[in-house]
């Protein structure tokens, strides 16, 4: 099984989960196309592709930020990409470590029997 397995969308581009390798923490989640692939095949580090500028990128290129590619992996149904890096700093644009900071409310399902147990 290889590249030949993966199935890229209509535009030519398969969502790509990027993990800092030793700790699991997900860092960003950015889109590939076949030549991003490629590239950071050959390369060892992260290359995407920017949706809104419409051009490869290398992430940490110019922020120094680097991501040297440990592993990479594809899904069950091959369309969607894993990538275990060592990251040289921040992922996020904004500065944090990771772009998942920012959470939202979800009612967890042990509250509610939580609060069953206490009313009866």
């Known amino acids: 099984m290889g590249i030949d397995d993966l199935h890229f969308d209509e535009h030519g581009l398969i ?3 990027v993990q800092q390798y030793d700790t699991g923490e997900v ?7 076949a030549e991003s692939l ?3 095949r050959e390369t060892g580090t992260t290359w995407f592709w920017s949706r809104s500028r419409q051009e490869l990128w290398n992430k940490g290129l110019t922020s120094g930020n680097i991501q040297v590619v440990k592993e990479l992996y594809y899904d069950c149904d091959g369309d969607t990409l894993l990538v275990k890096v060592d990251a040289a700093g921040p992922a ?4 944090a ?3 998942f900071f920012r ?3 979800v009612k967890r399902k042990d509250d ?3 609060h069953q147990s206490e009313e009866e």
């Open 15 to 17: 969502p790509c989960v």
């Open 97 to 99: 470590t990771s772009c």
């Open 27 to 33: 860092l960003m989640v950015a889109w590939m196309n």
């Open 38 to 40: 490629d590239l950071t």
């Open 92 to 95: 996020c644009h904004t500065g």
């Open 112 to 114: 509610d029997v939580r």
């Open 103 to 105: 959470t939202l409310d």
